[in-house]
């Protein structure tokens, strides 16, 4: 006993003696390494900084028109207070311009790169890394920042929850590795909590965080599992009666209500599971090669193990877990870098069903676990210094330019989904997306095809109808347009479709009709900005100037960014 003490004992020396002597005479302070990784960022990513908002970014706060009244609850009263606190920040500096969202995006992807420089530099000194560690430390660092699987995350204004989640998880990661060769004091610990409290309320998948933490001390620890736990007790009793809270919410949300919010129709946690192999196996492929990449997969879910040679994916996923666990005393780099991948994807790729089987931003904190397994394959193959800088320099500039590609992209909604509508033609998601790009981009006739393609696919909807009716609208043919729309309205009336029906028969110059139907439209919302709007407009056209000077001024009470309105009291204004 008292023989494995001093073992013990004389490891954790060697640990910090190592750490001691690994440190750089000359190190840089943090602003250097900023400054140079935010310069580099801004080449690559400088196409997207100036794109448009994508997907779901116009369901976030700042595209709700009461944004510009609404009070500290309505920005942060959601599940993801603290991201969704960064764009209240953003509206209130610059309202809904889209490239000051893709800035904040782009610093708090270069701060979090140089977070994870000085995290894997910790890290490659408790590994005893046999390369020169501060430049495998940079090179991951530099692969963290210019993977072309970053770019989702970066470029899409509603990745930020990505990237907050991965600042304050690798901040707490960092912390907690500083704390090796010392007591988990009082004071670390709280701030280690805080922190993961921060990346979860910006995404709920930084919930993986305790079991990393474990995780890192199971492999890097020198002591026993008891001993770490005790010393750590501070820590990780907090953290297991937070654990255990959440999953008493997660089990209540299923027994409330017919369905959870999480729960994909027809998707049964094994099915998920089963399509998640083929997801985990193409993450690693685009680390490895990333080629083929998606805004929009558009995956569909396996429903057996022979659907699709769905088995050949679960073996693949076996034989990683067992070699995971062979290496764990032979290769333990490798073997912790892909365990981290792994438990870093449970809370996306596990059994919970989730709507969208892939998305490349969930990489945004995973890949850190595939970086660190390439380390341990350089490390192997032993290059000279100078070939390992030359090779890693020529593989980040590789990365870069590829990330370049697509980040031109993202510069434009119509280049996005038409990427995506040709490497998956049958995502009909992506069908719709290009059609409402080139109803934005006034081409209503490549409109009217998009949807058209989506009907062949799909059948006629009322999603579809809708859709058709706004591209025959756009595309001044307001007849077609108004009969898709009041087929809707027989089986679904709301006051958003009164007021566009009303609208269009006032295009017509039916404005018996058109007042018929947006008296309807605020009688169903008196909120209905566009109602109001457009009613001011049939008034201005009819002569009456005080009934649209009231209706416009109310449309610019509820919405003043109302572009209808705006104009229309514009020309009123012009022509007392």
């Not at 580099?40 to 100036?50: D, T």
């Amino acid at each position: 006993m008292a023989a494995n003490r001093n073992s013990r004992a004389g490891r954790r020396a060697a640990l910090r003696s190592t750490s001691a002597a690994s440190a750089p005479a000359d190190a840089r302070p943090s602003w250097l390494w900023f400054c140079g990784a935010l310069l580099i960022a801004g080449l690559v990513y400088g196409p997207a900084l100036n794109g448009p908002f994508l997907f779901d970014d116009y369901h976030l706060p700042f595209a709700d028109p009461r944004a510009s009244k609404a009070g500290p609850v309505f920005w942060i009263g959601g599940v993801r207070p603290v991201v969704t606190a960064t764009y209240w920040a953003n509206f209130l500096m610059s309202g809904t311009a889209a490239f000051s969202y893709h800035a904040v995006n782009l610093m708090v992807h270069v701060f979090t790169s140089v977070l994870v420089f000085f995290f894997l530099a910790r890290l490659f000194d408790l590994a005893g890394l046999g390369l020169d560690r501060r430049w495998s430390a940079l090179f991951g660092a530099g692969v963290f920042l210019l993977h072309p699987l970053q770019t989702e995350s970066v470029a899409y204004v509603t990745g930020r929850s990505e990237e907050m989640a991965g600042l304050f998880f690798f901040a707490a990661w960092l912390v907690f590795l500083n704390s090796f060769s010392s007591e988990m004091t009082t004071l670390r610990s709280i701030g280690i909590l805080l922190l993961a409290a921060a990346a979860v309320l910006s995404k709920e998948s930084a919930i993986s965080l305790p079991a990393i933490l474990l995780l890192t001390d199971l492999y890097w620890n020198p002591g026993s599992p008891r001993q770490w736990i005790r010393r750590r007790m501070k820590l990780y009793a907090p953290i297991v009666f937070g654990g255990l809270l959440g999953a008493s919410e997660i089990l209540h949300s299923f027994g409330t209500g017919p369905s959870p919010a999480f729960v994909v129709p027809g998707v049964t946690p094994g099915l998920y599971a089963l399509t998640q192999c083929r997801v985990i196996l193409t993450y690693i492929r685009l680390f490895l090669l990333p080629v083929g990449q998606n805004g929009d997969w558009g995956m569909r879910f396996y429903r057996s193990l022979g659907d699709g040679a769905a088995w050949i994916f679960v073996l693949a996923i076996v034989a990683i877990i067992a070699g995971i666990t062979w290496s764990y005393r032979r290769a333990r780099l490798v073997s912790f870098g892909l365990s981290t991948f792994l438990v870093l994807l449970l809370p996306t790729s596990s059994v919970v069903p989730i709507k969208d089987a892939i998305a490349e931003r969930r990489m945004y904190v995973p890949i850190i676990g595939l970086i660190i397994a390439s380390i341990w394959v350089l490390e192997q193959i032993r290059p000279r210094a100078q070939t390992l800088r030359v090779a890693t320099i020529c593989i980040l500039v590789i990365m870069g330019g590829l990330a370049f590609e697509r980040n031109e992209l993202w510069g434009s909604d119509v280049l996005f989904w038409q990427d995506s509508a040709d490497k998956n033609p049958a995502n009909s998601r992506a069908h719709v997306g290009l059609g409402d790009a080139y109803i934005r981009g006034g081409r209503c006739v490549d409109a009217i095809r998009e949807f058209e393609i989506v009907e062949s696919q799909q059948g006629m909807t009322d999603e579809m109808v809708t859709n058709l009716a706004t591209a025959y609208q756009c595309n001044h043919q307001p007849e077609l347009a108004l009969k898709g729309l009041r087929q809707i309205l027989l089986k679904h009336p709301s006051a958003n479709l009164y007021a566009q029906i009303g609208y269009l028969e006032g295009v017509l110059g039916h404005s018996g009709e058109s007042m018929s139907a947006l008296n309807e439209a605020i009688s169903r919302d008196p909120q209905n900005a566009l109602a109001y709007a457009y009613r001011g407009a049939v008034r201005l056209a009819l002569g009456d100037r005080a009934g649209a000077m009231a209706d416009l001024q109310k449309s610019l009470e509820i919405d003043p960014g109302n572009k209808t309105a705006a104009s229309a009291m514009t020309m009123l204004l012009k022509h007392p």
